[in-house]
């Protein structure tokens, strides 16, 4: 069965990452880089969210544990990482504590019960998506969350003027072949489209250059926060 684009690109990023760099700074460059001090604004923004103790959350694209290791620090939660490497999983595991959980999920499906979670945390994952796959996505964490439950999303867009360096970054590896993987850009309205269209109870964004949370750390992408009635 062929691969996705997205499992395939990262496979082949994160392997050649170890092949060119000590293992910690391969995990950290393999997320975007940043791994300590992202981790932590990732946290602060879940906190803001409402993530308390006690409550379940499905880290979707954990990566290399870069939330997870800050959330460890935070609060006693009932944790699942997922992700499609399994080097970066194996990453995770090691430095998170032994009751976090962690699956390899290299589908368009989430291995997790209908209403069973309070948070789903995506972080700089749709950026690497296609808008089809994030639509099937959103659909299958609104089917995991209990009511009142929220996915917590960053995203690029166009009205940020930061982003805008991240596209010419990718319009040059894309002259030149060298496109590690997608640089997906996703508005406002379209998100607010498929939260309606999903049955969303409700939408809300965060600018990528806010920080209302205490630290005032800003993450750079725009968030955008889909809560289910």
């Known amino acids: 069965m062929a691969k996705f684009h997205f499992v395939e690109d990262y496979e082949r990023y ?4 170890m092949r060119h760099h000590p293992i910690d700074e391969a995990m950290s460059i393999a997320v975007g880089g940043k791994y300590e001090e992202i981790g932590r604004v990732e946290c602060a923004i879940m906190r803001h969210a409402g993530l308390r103790d006690g409550h379940r959350l499905v880290d979707f ?3 290399s544990g870069r939330l997870a290791v800050s959330l460890a620090r935070e609060v006693q939660i009932d944790y699942l990482g997922l992700d499609v490497v399994k080097p970066l999983i194996d990453y995770a595991r090691t430095r ?7 699956a390899l999920n290299p589908t368009l499906t989430l291995p997790v019960d209908t209403a069973s979670i309070d948070y789903v945390a ?3 994952i749709f950026t690497h998506l296609l808008h089809t796959e994030t639509y099937l996505y959103l659909e299958e964490m609104l ?9 917590v999303c960053s995203f690029l867009e ?3 003027g930061s982003h805008w360096e991240v596209f010419t970054q990718t319009v040059e590896q894309q002259r030149t072949s060298t496109t590690p993987h997608i640089n997906q850009f996703t508005e406002r309205n379209q998100i607010t489209l498929w939260a309606e269209r999903l049955g969303y109870a409700s939408v809300a964004f965060i600018d990528g250059s806010a920080a209302p949370w205490p630290s005032g750390e800003v993450l750079g992408q725009s968030i955008a926060l889909l809560r289910k009635a």
Request: aromatic share 14%; glycine share 14%.
């Open 14 to 17: 994160v392997q050649l990452l």
């Open 61 to 63: 694209g954990c990566g």
């Open 96 to 102: 998170c504590p032994a009751a976090y959980r962690f």
């Open 122 to 124: 995506a972080f700089s």
């Open 143 to 151: 089917r995991c969350l209990k009511p009142g439950g929220m996915v």
């Open 158 to 160: 166009f009205a940020m």
